[in-house]
């Protein structure tokens, strides 16, 4: 949408707001680029000025604070969300306007705590050997002929400034910077050439896995479901903001170093084919994610191996998406 970023969940962190779910969008640009609209609170002002009844209540009833509520709402919301936008840029253009700060409805980014755009998927679809160079170093010859398709249990989703937990009997975590897909329309045996338009936009994504789960005790599904093992962040990016999901640099710091670096374009399968793949199965919902796969560089393929420890970093960056940033620490009390 040029002007911000979504932030379909944020908190404020002064006394009287935590836990206070509001839809948000950050600032990308201006002398408050980096800030966060509170988009439920810019409504209420522009429906006070039209001297609406209940102007909160009505604010909430037309632009949801709930994400889920956004995404099923995508189409209405999301208009409703790009009117209001377009009254805040009028208003922070002006002198003389109503003042956002005071209402409330503009806030510093330090005074706001992210959580992640999608708190609760319905359910997160996965991809495995996406990529050419990862496939092969997981000891692929040979490209897949067709996705490999697993799932990753919900309840692992954290936002972008929640710590990733390694669990005591797991010793071998590891990282996997995505690029994730949020679904905005219901898909069902869905066309390719029609695919992206089920798309309600992007976000960056992290599919940590313990692989000693995964391998020797076969237990893929807990391998990458264990709690707080699905971060993801920092905002959603619309897809007008994205009109190539193919043509983004994808790259992965732990601790500061780089440990993976590739373009979306080196998918073996695209987006769009995946989403063609997955609903002639299953039906994807508004608010599903769906994780695209993870470049060459995993932890597990280094000599010696580079799995995450207590006080590391993850920092995934996505060219137009935005940077995913975790703290990791030991669950050991």
């Not at 980014?109 to 050997?129: E, H, M, N, T, Y």
């Not at 992290?206 to 920092?234: E, I, W």
């Amino acid at each position: 949408m040029g002007f911000e970023r979504l932030a379909p969940a944020f908190e404020a962190r002064e006394s009287g707001w935590p836990g206070r779910r509001r839809l948000g969008a950050i600032l990308t640009e201006g002398p408050r680029a980096g800030d966060v609209l509170d988009l439920n609170g810019t409504l209420a002002v522009r429906l006070a000025l039209d001297d609406a009844g209940a102007p909160e209540a009505e604010a909430d009833s037309l632009l949801p604070s709930d994400p889920l509520a956004f995404l099923r709402r995508f189409d209405a919301a999301l208009r409703v969300a790009r009117e209001t936008l377009d009254f805040a840029r009028d208003v922070l253009s002006r002198w003389d306007g109503p003042d956002l700060d005071r209402a409330g409805a503009l806030r510093a980014r330090r005074d706001v705590r992210l959580a992640s755009p999608v708190p609760r998927p319905g359910k997160i679809v996965a991809v495995a050997r996406n990529y050419r160079a990862h496939a092969a170093e997981q000891g692929e010859t040979t490209p897949p002929e067709e996705p490999v398709i697993f799932l990753k249990a919900p309840s692992a989703v954290i936002g972008p400034e929640d710590d990733i937990v390694l669990p005591d009997a797991a010793k071998e975590v590891d990282y996997e910077g995505e690029l994730a897909v949020v679904i905005g329309r219901r898909a069902r045996r869905v066309a390719a050439a029609d695919a992206l338009d089920f798309v309600a936009g992007y976000t960056v994504a992290n599919d940590v896995s313990a692989r000693d789960f995964q391998g020797r005790r076969g237990q893929h599904f807990l391998g990458k479901s264990c709690d707080t093992f699905a971060p993801l962040g920092p905002a959603l990016v619309t897809c007008d903001e994205v009109p190539d999901p193919q043509e983004l640099g994808i790259e992965t710091r732990v601790s500061g170093e780089m440990l993976q670096s590739a373009r979306t374009g080196e998918m073996i399968f695209p987006i769009a084919e995946l989403v063609a793949f997955v609903t002639r199965l299953m039906t994807l919902e508004p608010g599903d994610v769906l994780l695209t796969g993870t470049p060459a560089g995993v932890g597990q393929a280094r000599r010696p191996p580079r799995w995450l420890r207590d006080g590391d970093v993850v920092e995934i960056s996505i060219e137009k998406v935005g940077r995913l940033h975790n703290y990791v620490r030991s669950g050991k009390d």
